[in-house]
């Protein structure tokens, strides 16, 4: 299977991909194991992937079942407004690389803003020194977090990142 770094740009973690269908982790298991969800890499799909998987799933099951023609029209409409939804969703992200590199110019640029503040001879010993450790430790936080922030991209698991003073 590919490892993450390999994964296509529309790849999405089985979690994503439930929520994206409005179903449990569980049954997208469920779904891939019995082929109609294609599986990229350990726990991951593609966004199509999933949603043609579930509409296959759907129409498989209506074909299976003598069920009314309401019902029958119940499950090509819910399939319809999935695949609309999903459509709209897909529109609406932005590619992974992108996203990175938005991370990774708000953190260099804090960082960079931050190591230029001049702590200079105006400035008396213990002031200078305390500034310049003030500054040191803001630049790290910003590191740790720009650290979390890209593997949290990565995974899709964006529960970690935190959102108080680091």
Known sequence: MAAPADLP??????????????????????????????????????????????????????????ASTAASRSHDAKAAL????????????????????????????????????PVGAKLTGQTRTTLATEIAEAVKAIEAARDRALAALTTGDLRDLGGGDD
């Open 9 to 66: 740009p529309d790849a999405i973690t089985t979690e994503a991909a439930a929520r994206l269908l409005g179903l449990g982790q569980e049954r997208v298991r469920q779904l891939t194991k019995a082929g109609y969800v294609p599986r990229i890499a350990r726990g991951h799909t593609t966004i199509g992937g999933a949603i043609q998987g579930y509409i296959r799933f759907l129409k498989s099951e209506a074909r299976k079942t003598p």
């Open 82 to 117: 999935i695949a609309a939804s999903t459509a709209r969703r897909k529109a609406e992200m932005i590619d992974l690389s992108e996203a990175e590199a938005v991370v990774t110019r708000i953190a260099r640029t804090s960082c960079t803003r931050l190591r230029r503040v």
